[in-house]
């Protein structure tokens, strides 16, 4: 019961994480409240992936483009001090005019180049607190304000200091493009393409689109090894359970058997039994997982988790498959026992 | 008895007992038809079991007859044979050689599934360890057969069976809270239950202390008479013997005349 328990939690956390994880990021790129991105020519979607190629003037460019109503360069850069991050050098001013503005928990505005702003969930999991330090990119920054999550990133620096710091200087990696209203976002990516046919050009609407896992093929591949492990474990627990349980009543199986009891009705309770077993497992990875959804959201504010509503029927379905293909096995042995040596069995 | 060896498998039996119906009538006991149909007969019934790359013979050409209604003892050493009678008789195994005819149907001739579906109608098993499930009340042990036989639970079978054995105040212990004689007496009750043509006994009193045992004894000898219910006991016990019909000797494989 307890491994079908921690099979069907294990894929309930693992798809949730990496549902939760995918789901978060391209909730933040929307809460930066564009309706545009320009990214330049073969980059990915997974920012994270994408170099800097683009120079800010193109900002200038974009914004006359008609129903255009503000432009901001961005600059990704991945930083692994202190956990994975992509932190986003942006120009505030500009950044301000696309997102509407940042909601300040605690400080204030960059002030120096050296200033970092964090969301709240960043300081809550890190402990940080206005006017600390942080090491990013190998360099120390004061923290000069905690903002409301949801705007791109978690951690923010001034777009100089960090092409400064990547040696980019006057470079950018996106652009988020508001337009004057959400209707004309189909006619501002024709004219964006039309300006720069080779740049990557998407609308918000499209990049959410993109945004899952299941577009993910590394993530993908590792949601699926990561549920076959589960099941196998699920499957392996139950058929040595099940193996050791038939022998341990072998006689019982004899007692039945001198009552009449046919091959199938001796598989029956076996399997009825293993049912039951893994209904219980279910029930029990059902509140384990929200259990652990609850400790994990509380330890590590930063990770999302996200519960999909039919994956609780799939991690069901699977545990339920590999009890029954575990189960089998020993309920076939166990209905071919020969009677008169399963009574005698001590 | 006096088991002449058959002729012919399925042709009525000519049943010579060494006593008249008048003489066992006399003692109490199931008195015999001259003509009747016995509810078991074998013939030439011989079982091998291979033990490693040894052939050893349990049954050496066993001839006999029970007939309905009969109440026989199986006497004899360990290991002469008697257990491998009863499962073979039972249907739990099958005779290496040898016709074996229970209710008029052929074991030698029927698959593992014929001889289960049989065994579920119509034969009853009480052994000497008792054999209950350890995890089923007294009740679930009996209705267990019932369940087994797919007929459904009787109220009125199961009321009448637990009446007859004085059990009804035990129905809702485990076996573990009952004595060695109510554990029996709950088996006797899981074997009656589907009212089955034979009951065979493998040594019910064997564990079982002389007050027990001669509870259970009265036990099957009552449900021998009230339901003329044919049962065919192993016993090493001459006491458990002596309340039988009629007592039939084995030795090496073979019957051997009183």
């Known amino acids: 019961m307890l491994a079908i328990a921690i099979e069907v939690g294990m894929v309930m ?19 930066v409240g564009a309706d545009v991105m320009v990214q330049p020519p073969g980059s990915s979607f997974m920012f994270g992936l994408t170099s800097a190629p683009m120079p800010v003037k193109l900002a200038d460019r974009l914004a006359e483009i008609p129903r255009v109503q503000a432009v901001t360069p961005v600059f990704f850069q991945t930083n692994l001090s ?27 505005p960059f002030a120096a180049p050296y200033d970092v702003l964090v969301d709240d969930l960043y300081a809550r999991a890190n402990h940080v607190k206005v006017g600390q330090t942080l090491n990013l990119l190998n360099h120390d920054f004061r923290v000069c304000g905690i903002v409301e999550h949801g705007k791109g990133s978690r951690i923010f620096i001034p777009l100089e200091t960090i092409q400064e710091l990547v040696g980019s200087r006057d470079k950018a990696t996106i652009f988020f493009v508001k337009c004057s209203d959400p ?24 990049y959410m689109s993109l945004m899952t896992s299941n577009n993910l093929p590394a993530l993908d591949a590792f949601v699926t090894a990561m549920i076959s492990v589960a099941v196998a ?7 040595l359970s099940m193996y050791t349980t038939i022998t341990e009543r072998t006689r019982e199986i004899g007692i039945l058997k001198s009552l009449g009891a046919s091959k199938r009705y001796i598989m029956g309770i076996i399997l009825r039994e293993a049912g039951l077993l893994c209904a219980l497992g279910i029930v029990g990875g059902y509140a384990g997982t929200l259990i652990a959804k609850r400790v994990i959201l509380k330890s590590f504010p930063t990770l999302s988790v996200e519960l999909i509503p039919e994956w609780w029927l799939w991690a069901a379905l699977l545990a339920l498959a590999g009890t029954l293909m575990g189960a089998s096995y020993p309920a076939f042995q166990a209905a071919r026992l020969d009677p008169v040596d399963a009574l005698a069995y001590e | 008895m006096n088991n002449k060896p058959l002729s012919i498998i399925g042709a009525r039996w000519s049943v010579v007992d060494g006593r008249g119906g008048g003489e066992m009538a006399a003692e109490g006991r199931s008195p015999l038809t001259s003509v009747v149909e016995p509810i078991i007969a074998t013939q030439g019934l011989r079982k091998v079991y291979r033990v490693g790359r040894v052939d050893v013979p349990a049954l050496r050409g066993v001839d006999l007859l029970v007939q309905e ?23 739990l195994t099958p005779p290496t050689t040898g016709k074996v005819l229970v209710d008029g149907n052929d074991f030698s001739a029927m698959s593992d599934a014929d001889r289960t579906r049989f065994r579920r109608h119509k034969i009853g098993f009480v052994f000497q360890r008792f054999n209950l499930l350890p995890t089923l009340t007294a009740r679930d042990n009996i209705a267990l057969a019932q369940h087994i036989q797919g007929n459904g639970f009787n109220p009125h079978r199961f009321d009448a069976v637990v009446d007859t054995l004085g059990i009804r105040d035990k129905l809702n212990h485990r076996p573990y809270a009952l004595s060695g004689g109510e554990q029996q007496r709950v088996a006797i009750a899981r074997a009656v239950i589907c009212e089955p043509k034979i009951v065979l006994a493998d040594e019910p009193t064997g564990n079982l202390d002389t007050e027990n045992s001669r509870a259970v004894l009265n036990m099957l000898r009552a449900l021998n008479r009230s339901f ?7 016993t090493h016990n001459p006491e458990a013997a002596d309340v039988a019909d009629r007592r039939i000797r084995v030795r090496d494989g073979h019957i051997i005349p009183d």
């Open chain 1, 233 to 239: 474990i699920g499957f392996l627990v139950i058929f």
């Open chain 1, 82 to 108: 202190g956990g994975l991050n992509v932190i986003y050098g942006v120009d505030l001013p500009s950044f301000d005019r696309v997102t509407g503005g940042f909601a300040y928990h605690a400080g204030l």
């Open chain 1, 13 to 31: 956390l693992v798809v949730g994480m990496t549902h939760g994880l995918v789901d978060d990021a391209a909730r933040r790129v929307e809460g």
């Open chain 2, 69 to 91: 209604g009969e109440f026989v003892a199986v006497v004899g050493p360990s290991g002469c044979g008697k257990s491998t009678l009863l499962h073979i008789l039972g249907g």
């Open chain 2, 228 to 234: 003329r219910q044919t049962i065919l006991m192993i």
């Open chain 1, 183 to 206: 209707g004309y976002v189909d006619d501002v990516v024709a004219a964006i393409h039309q300006m720069l046919p080779k740049h990557n050009v998407l609308s918000i609407r499209e």
